[in-house]
Nanobody
């Protein structure tokens, strides 16, 4: 059974940084994608970034490129999201999600692509 547990959220001032962690378990092999999504109050859940378990290829939404970095430590079974230069617009609940098994042709930023979700962690950026 795939399990995803997020941590690392909190309150930070604009311009600050946070690192989110997603402890992922239950995979057989490396044929999966893990993504970070976020959902602000009154808004739809949106894809932030994604990483391939097999080759480490990464994807980012345009608004976070150059500020956020996704990475993985396979030995620890953890995916990280380093978030720098945070703005109040980054305030949201951040979720870790896994596509496992992979369905080729899927869209990394689509909510429906992912079968497994964590419980979410709140990120609040004050101005």
């Amino acid at each position: 059974e795939v399990q995803l547990v997020e941590s690392g959220g909190g309150l930070v001032q604009a311009g600050g940084s946070l690192r989110l962690s997603c402890a992922a378990s239950g995979f057989t092999g490396a044929d999966y994608y893990i993504a970070w999504f976020r959902q602000a109050p009154g808004k739809e859940r949106e894809g932030v970034s994604c990483i391939s378990g097999s080759d480490g290829y990464t994807y980012y939404r345009d608004s976070v490129k150059g500020r956020f970095t996704i990475s993985s430590d396979n030995a620890k079974g953890t995916v990280y999201l380093q978030m720098n230069s945070l703005t109040p617009e980054d305030t949201a609940v951040y979720y870790c999600a896994a596509e496992y098994p992979i369905r080729y042709g899927s869209t990394w930023y689509a909510v429906g692509t992912y079968d497994h979700w964590g419980q979410g962690t709140q990120v609040t950026v004050s101005s």
